[in-house]
């Protein structure tokens, strides 16, 4: 029997070619003989020929009929490898999906899942896009990223939106530099000058800590090596500065201000969700619901 996904007319024609008349045809695929033989005259009409030869034992394939068979047969069984492999994806875990964040926030975040994730699903193939949050949130709507690891993530119409745990950004010094909560004055301040959350801290700063030198930086990573090596002041968020260090060697300052950090898993309201889908997506989250107890 021809593949339901093949159309109805080919359907139609292969099965009256392998029970040798409408009749047989028909009772196969429990029609009316009428609209059976309404179909084969309109393919007859579009393709100018004809198929079948009637006579009172039924039906005998043409010449173009017999080569309408090998290629109706070969479309079948196109259509039903491409059905299968509709079914493997949505019931197994298989696909490629493309995960979202940043760098510095990617480092910490997606070890801990990729350890537990990949060797288990080994079917599931994963890349990695780099940006900082905007971007990623932008590559999410264009859907140049399937799922993106967002900080501070604004509402969107075309995305859902799924929390996973809190950070903050603070003022960060080598923890032996830091007496009763004050680094001394020559200490300069480090940053990332384009960062929202930096700005908002700067404006806030006591005289204290505005009058300091100030040091802009490329990247959190740049900032972080300075402020672990003693160099200065580091605005860094408290996960981005903790990671790969030993604990306890940052400190924060006494008395300086703070911006808290939300990061959320985000995707397209419309993101197909096989079941690999669903897996990558509830394995990002129990990452994020681990961290969120740390």
């Known amino acids: 029997m021809a593949d339901p996904l093949l159309p109805s007319p080919l359907r139609y024609f292969l099965a009256i070619a392998e029970h040798g008349s409408f009749t047989g045809a028909a009772r196969a695929l429990r029609m009316g003989q009428p609209a ?42 196109r259509a039903s490898e491409l059905r299968h492999a509709i079914s493997d994806l949505e019931g197994t875990p298989k696909g490629r999906f493309v995960i979202g964040c940043h760098e510095s926030l990617g480092a910490y975040f997606l070890p801990g899942f990729a350890r537990r994730f990949l060797p288990e699903h080994p079917a599931i193939e994963i ?71 930096t700005q908002w801290i700067l404006e806030r700063l006591p005289a204290a800590l505005k009058d300091r030198r100030h040091l802009a930086c490329s990247s959190m990573e740049l900032v972080k090596s300075l402020v672990a090596d003693g160099a200065g002041i580091g605005i860094l968020p408290r996960r981005v500065a903790s990671h790969g260090l030993p604990k306890g060697r940052l400190k924060p300052l006494a008395h300086a201000p703070g911006f808290d950090d939300h990061i959320a898993l985000v995707r397209r309201a419309d993101l197909h969700e096989t079941r690999a889908a669903r897996l990558v997506i509830d394995a990002l989250k129990a990452q994020g619901k681990a961290l969120s107890r740390q």
């Open 127 to 197: 890349s990695l896009w780099n940006g900082n949050s905007r971007d990623v949130m932008n590559s999410v709507v264009s859907r140049i990223v399937d799922l993106g690891v967002v900080v501070n993530p604004e509402p969107h119409p075309d995305c859902v939106i799924m929390p996973l745990f809190s950070d903050r950004v603070e003022l960060l010094a080598l923890a032996s530099l830091v007496k009763k909560g004050e680094v001394q004055a020559n200490f300069p301040l480090l940053y990332v000058p384009v960062l929202h959350q």
């Open 36 to 77: 059976i033989t309404a179909a084969i005259h309109a393919l007859e009409k579009e393709l100018g020929t004809t198929l079948f030869l009637r006579t009172a034992r039924g039906a005998t394939l043409t010449a173009t009929g017999s080569e309408l068979v090998i290629h109706a047969r070969g479309l079948s069984q």
